[in-house]
């Protein structure tokens, strides 16, 4: 695919940067075992960070910490307002709805793009990217995050037009993604971070 060329260079060239260590150590947080609050916590983070800032949503993420599973709806809503998130009100409501899904037992239950799937089909405030977003973080390596960042990329690098993203659509670029994760011998995870790097310079989560 003549059109990835450019990309493949920046990724080829950034794994024999120090991007290399700060991506693998990354990588290893997410394959740490985590505890039911910690699963949960992982869940807000992503329900979070739509159609908001990744950076600001964890650090309202360690700011509220296990308070995610207790806060009442209105007590959490508050929360979130003066530690600044924009939507305040419908993030409660998405968290305080998540807590009756035993994420054990549904991660247990599928594996993962039916997973991706059950998640996003029956958690309020969770679409294909923050589950894909949430699994990543909690270990699964093979699904991708199409954020803005990562389809900013693919657009300027002549891959892909801007897309409206349907079902369809997301795994048309997943696809994409995965190509691209071969040919630099990279998992979608790593790639993430790589991409996200080349876009904005940090290795977030």
Request: proline share 2%; charged share 30%; hydrophobic share 40%.
């Amino acid at each position: 695919m003549p059109e990835a060329i450019q990309l493949l260079r920046t990724i080829e060239d950034l794994k024999k940067t120090e991007v290399k260590d700060l991506v693998s150590a990354r990588v290893r947080e997410f394959e740490s075992e985590k505890t039911d609050e910690g699963l949960f916590s992982e869940l807000c983070f992503c329900i979070l960070t739509a159609n908001f800032d990744a950076e600001r949503s964890i650090k309202i993420q360690e700011e509220i910490g296990k308070n995610f599973l207790t806060l009442t709806e209105p007590e959490l809503a508050s929360e979130l307002k003066q530690l600044g998130h924009r939507f305040p009100n419908t993030r409660a409501k998405y968290i305080v709805g998540a807590r009756r899904h035993t994420l054990r037992k549904i991660i247990d239950s599928f594996e993962g793009e039916e997973l991706r799937d059950w998640l996003a089909k029956n958690v309020k405030g969770i679409g294909y990217k923050e589950a894909s977003h949430f699994l990543r973080n909690i270990g699964f390596k093979n699904l991708a995050i199409l954020d803005f960042h990562i389809i900013d990329v693919l657009v300027r690098n002549g891959l892909i037009q801007k897309p409206k993203l349907t079902r369809e659509k997301y795994m048309e670029i997943e696809e994409l993604l995965r190509y691209i994760a071969a040919e630099v011998n990279l998992n979608l995870a790593e790639l993430d971070l790589y991409l996200w790097f080349a876009e904005t310079g940090k290795v977030l989560k």
